[in-house]
């Protein structure tokens, strides 16, 4: 277990982190997910021990890690750029975390290590743990070559025998995937998730791109600014964001964040069909509409004209115009017939899954979305949001 | 447009761009040292009018003679003494600024500037201030010596010391340009090796200098090795300010005797084998340097 708790790092005048706790179970995967500069690689790199924080501690285990050295805590990480030492063939790269923790300095140095036997089993003992990660990582065939000659693919899985050869108590991974092409990223995502199922070690996976730290972690800590936003089971954060700032951070598509005055729970127009129900209502509030949450419906409460239609094949994604200031981009199924633009059609948003926020604050309202013809039952049904 | 009338075109704009180098290459370096060259093998001397053909004589004498055989060891001598020297100093001066200015830009700045001034003073001028330094009775080096009891020494006129006092000169002029050199290597060392190799269990400097430092700097060293090779073979300005070749040809070097030789006693075919003996050793010395190490340091 990795707990995190009140972690700030400052450089010079830059605040990089501000109050991180966080708890990472065993056997865990987690992902930081934030945009680059939100702090995300700063709390990596203070939990390796390759920097040290400002405040706060990191512990391992229920020990306080603070002071330890990257190899005392025992940590294995795998770098963007992948870090391999160039100058050593693929086998080299695999056991020098092994000769440096079994090896004395004696048994490392170069020409001494063959005459001392000790240093020739260890060797011998180091080269076999090497072979049987490379056969795992099916990288036999190339122990023997420079990482230069490698592809960006093969550098990764090298990186990712290095981490593996020498059982740490947790994997660090640094954006591992954003160098590679889209293709390959795809299938080294459930690779690495495959890896996390077979060595059960706890994973933390720093990332920019969402839709990786969806579809491979357990939990998910959204960084913005140097702060967490929220901690949540990828599930939770598309249904329950907390702010407005991981509402439009989370999901493929980006959500429409629509900002309205508000008097006592009634809305302007276009949304003058629509009421909030709550107590407290803030006078500007947001409102977050998924894209793939909203359908065409003659009787819909709203309309809106078809100003961009961008066909994608499954689905199409229809910007409606619904009044001067205000667009709603939808996510439409492209086997229906699908609106020509220019053309103005009806509206149906599905209330359920309309986030409510604080304009001003950003948190999320206790507060529901209601119909106000919902009596007439034309139009939505009214649900918590 | 023809396909061939394009090929003349560019090709005329590869002579435009590297013409004039390699013509004033050609007409200023390999023009003249292929009549060196030829000289080396005549009596030749600078403002008579006729030569003769001697064959190897000129050659026979510099490594038959004394004085000439005396040239040649001191010269090997004393790039034996300043090429390690000032590689292993410079490195771990580098190294050290290097490391200060992880913490303090102004303070590694100054330091540069200190260890470059030599490069850009006059080695002449220069050359004076060591003379004062080390001055028998004057000098400061003497004087710090005698204040700690050791006695001491004549050391631009002492035959066991000059060249070595001059070996001294030498390292001082070249480490600063070889820490610049190394500073630049040590800058393009992507930071993540050393976050790796941390990881991995080099806790210690001296790991990470051995696991990264070193071979990432292998190109830096090969370049650092031939230049101040070159430097310390072409040692001139110190002996010809400092002691003329003496006491007793003591410090005789091949540049300058090469210099007496052609310049002061105008026997340009002597001095002639001694230029193709100093380009001969240089070109070996870059070459095998080239051969040994290029393949260990870019990691193909």
Not at chain 1, 18 to 24: A, R
Not at chain 1, 295 to 320: C, H, K, M, W
Not at chain 1, 341 to 352: F, P, S, T, W
């Amino acid at each position: 277990m990795i707990e995190l708790e009140n972690l700030g790092k400052t450089f010079g005048e830059t605040r990089a982190l501000i109050g991180v706790s966080l708890t990472m179970s065993e056997g865990s995967f987690t992902s930081l997910l934030g945009p680059s500069g939100c702090g995300k690689s700063t709390t990596l790199r203070l939990i390796a021990g390759l920097d040290q924080p400002t405040t706060g501690t990191v512990r391992i285990n229920g020990r306080d890690v603070s002071g330890l050295s990257a190899a005392e805590r025992n940590i294995a990480m795998v770098f963007q750029s992948y870090a391999l030492y160039p100058h050593m063939t693929v086998r080299q790269n695999i056991t020098l975390p092994l000769s440096m923790r079994t090896m004395t300095q004696l048994e490392r140095t170069p020409f001494i290590s063959r005459l001392l036997p000790s240093a020739r089993a260890k060797m011998a003992e180091n080269d076999k743990k090497a072979r049987d990660t490379a056969d795992m990582l099916e990288i036999s065939d190339l122990l023997e070559r420079k990482p230069s000659t490698l592809s960006g693919g093969q550098m990764q899985r090298v990186a990712v025998g290095r981490a593996l050869v020498r059982d740490p108590v947790a994997f660090l991974l640094d954006e591992p995937l954003s160098n590679l092409d889209a293709k390959l990223r795809t299938q080294m995502r459930s690779e690495i998730v495959d890896l996390h199922k077979r060595t059960g070690r706890t994973f933390i996976y720093v990332t920019h791109d969402q839709a990786e730290a969806m579809s491979m972690s357990d939990r998910i800590a959204v960084f913005m600014a140097g702060r967490i936003l929220q901690v949540a089971t990828p599930r939770e954060l598309f249904e329950r964001p907390e702010t407005r700032e991981v509402a439009g951070f989370i999901g493929d598509r980006p959500i429409n964040l629509i900002e309205l005055a508000s008097d006592n729970g009634e809305l302007p127009a276009p949304f003058e069909k629509f009421a909030i129900g709550g107590k407290d209502i803030p006078a500007r509030i947001v409102l977050g509409i998924r894209p793939e949450t909203t359908t065409i419906d003659p009787r819909g409460a709203l309309s809106g004209n078809v100003e961009r239609l961008e066909y994608l094949g499954s689905e199409a994604i229809v910007t409606f115009r619904l009044s001067d200031k205000h667009v709603l981009r939808a996510a439409l199924d492209a086997s229906q017939r699908l609106p020509a633009e220019g053309e103005r059609v009806g509206l149906r948003i599905n209330l359920d899954a309309v986030h409510l926020f604080d304009a001003e604050t950003g948190k999320r309202l206790r507060a529901t979305l209601e119909s106000r013809e919902s009596a007439s039952g034309n139009l939505e049904s009214k649900v918590e949001a | 447009m023809t396909i061939i009338g394009r090929k003349i075109r560019e090709g005329m704009t590869d002579v435009q761009l590297a013409g004039p180098a390699t013509l004033a290459m050609l007409v200023l370096i390999f023009l003249p040292t292929v009549i060196v060259g030829v000289l080396s093998f005549t009596d030749y001397l600078f403002g008579a009018s006729s030569f003769n053909w001697v064959g190897i004589d000129n050659y026979i004498k510099l490594f038959g003679d004394e004085t000439g055989r005396r040239a040649v060891v001191n010269t090997l001598i004393y790039v034996a003494v300043v090429m390690p020297s000032s590689i292993i100093l410079s490195l771990i001066v580098a190294v050290g600024i290097h490391s200060v200015g992880q913490w303090s830009t102004g303070a590694a700045n100054f330091l540069r500037t200190a260890y470059f001034m030599p490069v850009v003073a006059t080695l002449v001028a220069m050359a004076t201030v060591w003379q004062m330094l080390l001055h028998p009775s004057l000098g400061l080096v003497n004087q710090v010596l005698a204040s700690v009891g050791i006695p001491g020494q004549e050391w631009l006129s002492d035959q066991g010391l000059v060249l070595y006092s001059l070996a001294v000169i030498g390292i001082w002029e070249t480490v600063g340009y070889n820490v610049v050199l190394f500073l630049a290597g040590l800058a393009a060392i992507p930071r993540h090796l050393y976050d790796a190799a941390q990881v991995d269990g080099a806790n210690h400097g001296w790991d990470q200098f051995w696991i990264v430092t070193w071979p990432m700097l292998g190109p830096t060293t090969l370049f650092v090795l031939v230049i101040t090779a070159t430097r310390s073979f072409r040692v001139f300005e110190t002996v010809a300010t400092l002691t003329n070749g003496g006491p007793g040809f003591a410090s005789d070097v091949l540049v300058f005797a090469m210099y007496r030789e052609g310049f002061v006693y105008f026997k340009a075919g002597y001095s002639g084998a001694i230029t193709m003996v100093f380009f001969f050793f240089v070109l070996t010395l870059t070459l095998v340097q080239f051969r040994i190490f290029e393949k260990r340091v870019h990691y193909r």
